[in-house]
């Protein structure tokens, strides 16, 4: 078994990281972040990685690859993810195809992208929050 699944709580790293990376790609307080949409969009995958991670962690499973598809295939494993949440992050995976097993490719991202991305990972926070923290003598895990 992989030593991250062995710690009993390790879903809270990945959610302290998740979270630590929604934080620094900056923009949701109404201050523009000091980051290219590109360098964003990456941040931001980042926490959707995070948040997935966690999810899958708490409940003891891995995904198989780090792509957006595989990534909700994860979570959907392991918890219900509604259709329009799961499009709002799916629509964006060919944006910058780095993790895929075919073939490298990249875009810049328009800030209205980076937006609705942002807002989904948001989202999907909420939810790991939700699930993981009931179960949690840990009031709040702060990145």
């Known amino acids: 078994m992989s030593v991250i699944l062995d710690q009993p709580r390790s879903w809270e790293i990945w959610l302290k990281h998740a979270q630590s990376y929604e934080k620094a790609a900056g923009g949701r307080t109404g201050k523009p972040s000091p980051f290219t949409p590109t360098i964003q969009y990456n941040l931001i995958a980042l926490a959707l990685e995070g948040y ?9 499973t891995l995904p198989e690859n780090h792509t957006f598809t595989d990534l909700i295939r994860a979570w959907e494993a392991v918890a219900p993810l509604e259709p329009w949440l799961k499009a709002a992050i799916l629509k964006y995976e060919d944006m910058q195809s780095i993790c895929s097993l075919e073939a490298y490719q990249r875009r810049d991202p328009a ?9 989904a990972v948001t989202e999907l926070g909420l939810i790991v929050k939700k699930t993981c923290l009931l179960d949690s003598p840990v009031a709040e895990v702060k990145p």
């Open 111 to 119: 800030p209205e992208e980076i937006a609705e991305l942002r807002a």
């Open 52 to 60: 997935v991670m966690a999810m899958a962690a708490y409940h003891r």
